[in-house]
Structures are given as structure tokens and as C-alpha cells.
T-cell receptor, first 112, second 114 residues
Framework: KQEVTQIPAALSVPEGENLVLNCSFT??????LQWFRQDPGKGLTSLLL?????REQTSGRLNASLDKSSGRSTLYIAASQPGDSATYLC???????????FGKGTTLSVSS | NAGVTQTPKFRVLKTGQSMTLLCAQD?????MYWYRQDPGMGLRLIHY???????AKGEVPDGYNVSRLKKQNFLLGLESAAPSQTSVYFC?????????????FGEGSRLTVL
């Protein structure tokens, strides 16, 4: 059974810092991995989708990498801002017919 | 483009009452999902559908029923609500022609069962 773990559960940084959020998964047979952002009381917003054949994806200040063989993904946020404060979740898509399996998220707080 | 819309956004029920949550998507997506999110438990899949007229059980299906009579709508029903079903419910959808599609979420429906 696929399990997705995100460490740390919470992270506090000052504005301007570069930071890395980690996601690990137990079964490397995945189709893709997706990173989401969730603001308090809101739904999930997709940030980046990495296909199993890709090593990384970039969007603005965000860069996500994928190492299937080791079961790891990282989300790199450059020059963090207070507006980046949110919970970040990763989710993996396994074999056909299965739904995404989510990690429990990392809650990020960026102070000004 | 509305994306994924959930109604109602908030609801309070008494134990034993029934209700239906509606999810509507306007992106012509094949796959639709219902998740619940609880503190410390993360997102857990309740039921999902791979197309009109089909449904399947997820990780925590007990106490819920679903229907997908129209491609754009996915209904989640609680026949006899219990306090353990107090949660935030999220609907999601994705294009199902390949297994690599991006997942889109609604804003959530907050349910409290007294």
C-alpha cells in the first residue's frame, strides 16, 4: 500500500529565505506526483505536476523535483514571501484505476 | 470558467439526518472524486467515479453513497449522519483519458453533525 510522508509537519522561516519541502513515497511505481497549496479554510490549488518520466518542473519561484527510484520529491521555494504561508501537500498517482494518495502536508509560515 | 463547484459550503446536521452534497464540474472531466479532510488524518478518499454511471469505493466509503447520473455532477449522500462524519468534504476532478492528468479541487463543504 502506497504511503506518502511529508517532513517537516510545520516550518517557520523569515521572509526572503530559500526553502525546501520534502515528500517521500513508499512505492516507486507512480504515474505522476502533484504538489498542492491549501490556504486556511480553502480548497487545494495545484502548483506543479511532475510526470513519472520527468525529473523536475518549474513555475515562477517554485521548482519541484522527482526521484522515483528513491521515492522522493522536493518542492523548492525561492525568496519566500509572507504570501507563501500555507499548507503544502504532495500527492502521488499510482497505477491505472487508483486515485491520488496524499501526504498530510507541511504548514509553512513566512514572517515579514 | 467555474471549475469545480460544491454546494452547500456549510451545513449542520443532527445525528440521524440525511443530506446530499453536490459537486459540479464544467471541464468535461471523466474522473471525479470525493475526499474528506480531518485534522491529523490528511485527505482520505471516500468514493470516486471514472465516468458517467460508474462509481467505486475509496479508502473510507462506509456511511456514504454516491451517484454519477450526469457526467458533470457527482453527488455524495449521507443517509444517517453520525458525529464521526463531521469533516470538510472536497470534490475533485480530472481529465481521465490518460493517467497523468492534473487534479482540480472544489472549495470544500464543511459539515458538522451534532
Amino acid at each position: 500500500k502506497q504511503e506518502v510522508t511529508q517532513i517537516p509537519a510545520a516550518l517557520s522561516v523569515p521572509e526572503g529565505e530559500n526553502l525546501v519541502l520534502n515528500c517521500s513515497f513508499t512505492d516507486s511505481a507512480i504515474y505522476n506526483l502533484q504538489w498542492f497549496r491549501q490556504d486556511p479554510g480553502k480548497g487545494l490549488t495545484s502548483l506543479l505536476l511532475i510526470q513519472s518520466s520527468q525529473r523536475e518542473q518549474t513555475s515562477g519561484r517554485l521548482n519541484a523535483s522527482l526521484d522515483k527510484s528513491s521515492g522522493r520529491s522536493t518542492l523548492y521555494i525561492a525568496a519566500s514571501q509572507p504570501g507563501d504561508s500555507a499548507t503544502y501537500l504532495c500527492a502521488v498517482k499510482g497505477q491505472a484505476g487508483t486515485a491520488l494518495i496524499f501526504g498530510k502536508g507541511t504548514t509553512l509560515s513566512v514572517s515579514s | 470558467n467555474a471549475g469545480v463547484t460544491q454546494t452547500p459550503k456549510f451545513r449542520v446536521l443532527k445525528t440521524g439526518q440525511s443530506m446530499t452534497l453536490l459537486c459540479a464540474q464544467d471541464m468535461n472531466h471523466e474522473y471525479m472524486y470525493w475526499y474528506r479532510q480531518d485534522p491529523g488524518m490528511g485527505l482520505r478518499l471516500i468514493h470516486y467515479s471514472v465516468g458517467e454511471g460508474t462509481t467505486a469505493k475509496g479508502e473510507v466509503p462506509d456511511g456514504y453513497n454516491v451517484s454519477r447520473l450526469k457526467k458533470q455532477n457527482f453527488l455524495l449522500g449521507l443517509e444517517s449522519a453520525a458525529p464521526s462524519q463531521t469533516s470538510v468534504y472536497f470534490c475533485a476532478s480530472r481529465l481521465g483519458t490518460v493517467n497523468t492528468g492534473e487534479l482540480f479541487f472544489g472549495e470544500g463543504s464543511r459539515l458538522t453533525v451534532l
